[in-house]
């Protein structure tokens, strides 16, 4: 009798929790309505550097991405106008657990678990209530060359970001930023985690564009573009980067 009861109490509970994130997928990327984005920056090494770009951090750092969103799904002809509203959090004192980057499934389960966990205690946001959450860990440039993976999780709507606490790097940065982004509405990566090079045809952003190489523009699920067969440039901002049909499928802006 126990023993049903607690399968019919952790069905209840799968049910709940599936059925959850099943409506916040069908919700988050039916683009009905703008999809609200918080951006919460942390000081990832609490140098006086970082320290004083955070503080001078605001909506307008981050607005590039909202255009790129938008000018992107005016050309797949989405009647949303602006699709994409950023907006800036208050910073968050502490680090979010690590990712157990090549870790078993079940450290990568257990990670995801604890991720929304921390992000639900630490993403409080005062204005009008995000539909995914994004945290930001700035680096100082003057102490580190290279700053680890950043990613983004679809369950939950949350992502990680490492970025260079560096106005030099801002555009960059949001190249990193709107990849997650979409990762969070079910964009998969383009590229072979191998080599980097963006996978053909799906992760160029003009994959029929003759000559094929070298591309003009990155696309953004790729993040790179491609200039020969085994070389590829890093765009230097938004203005490089196009959403590619495959992507534009993935999230739901092409049938
Ligand atoms: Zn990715």
């Known amino acids: 009798m126990f023993r049903a009861l607690r399968i019919f109490v952790l069905l209840t509970v799968l049910v709940i929790v599936g059925g959850g994130t099943w409506l916040t997928k069908l919700r988050t990327t039916s683009w009905e309505r703008p999809l609200r984005v918080a951006v919460f920056p942390i000081d990832a090494d609490h140098s006086a550097g970082t320290g004083r770009y955070i503080r001078a951090l605001t909506a307008d750092t981050y607005q590039p991405v909202a255009e790129f969103m938008k000018q992107e799904a005016a050309r797949y002809g989405l009647p949303l106008n602006a699709p994409v509203e950023m907006y800036v959090a208050p910073q968050i004192g502490r680090v979010p657990p690590p990712p157990p980057f090549g870790g078993n499934a079940l450290q990568v389960i ?13 993403g409080k946001f005062d204005g009008p209530p995000p539909h995914a959450r994004l945290f930001i860990l700035y680096h100082d440039p003057e102490r580190v060359t290279r700053v680890s993976h950043s990613l983004g999780l679809q369950k939950g709507l949350i992502g990680v970001v490492n970025a260079f606490a560096s106005e030099g790097q801002a555009a960059e940065n949001n190249v990193v930023i709107a990849h997650e982004l979409l990762h969070t509405v079910g964009a998969t990566d383009k590229y072979d985690a191998r080599t980097n090079q963006p996978s053909f045809p799906d992760g160029y952003a003009e ?11 990155a696309e953004i699920m790729a993040g790179r573009m491609p200039i020969s067969e085994s070389e590829a440039d890093m765009p230097r901002g938004l203005e490089q980067v196009l959403i590619g049909a495959k992507t534009a499928r993935e999230i739901n802006w092409l049938k």
């Open 110 to 122: 257990l990670w995801s678990l604890q991720m929304r966990y921390w992000a639900w205690v630490n």
């Open 207 to 217: 994959p029929e564009r003759e000559p094929l190489l070298p591309q003009e523009y």
